[in-house]
Nanobody
Framework: QVTLVDTGGGSVQSGGSLRLSCAAS???????????MGWFRQASGKEREGVAN???????RYADSVKGRFSISQDDAKNTLTLQMSSLKPDDTAMYYC???????????????????WGQGTQVTVSS
């Protein structure tokens, strides 16, 4: 079992920054870290989309819309996944979720919303 808790959302003006954190726990997680973890977001009336992903080797991938502005990292000692967001735009407004999975098939296509474990989400609102 893997439990994920998302924190760090809030309201900022365009051009501002936020740092999201995802605290991971659970028996499965403590036994073996997931093959991949990622951040997704879902804006009102839109489908959930992948934002950033990191695998167990530290390789990262980003959606084109956030490249150069967002940075994903993980701290194994603290069991925390982080998404540093800068130069935020109103289009970044959404509920953000962290996710984790062990299956190579899921991690091989990291921006599909088929992860097994999800956080509860944290709201990010960017005003113009």
């Amino acid at each position: 079992q893997v439990t994920l808790v998302d924190t760090g959302g809030g309201s900022v003006q365009s051009g501002g920054s936020l740092r999201l954190s995802c605290a991971a726990s659970g028996a499965s997680y403590m036994w073996l870290k997931p093959n991949c973890m990622g951040w997704f977001r879902q804006a009102s009336g839109k489908e959930r989309e992948g934002v950033a992903n990191i695998d167990r080797d530290g390789n990262t991938r980003y959606a084109d819309s956030v490249k150069g502005r967002f940075s994903i990292s993980q701290d194994d000692a603290k069991n925390t996944l982080t998404l540093q967001m800068s130069s935020l735009k109103p289009d970044d407004t959404a509920m953000y979720y962290c996710a984790a999975d062990y299956r190579p098939t899921v991690c091989g296509d990291p921006f599909r919303s088929t992860y097994a474990y999800w956080g509860q989400g944290t709201q990010v609102t960017v005003s113009s």
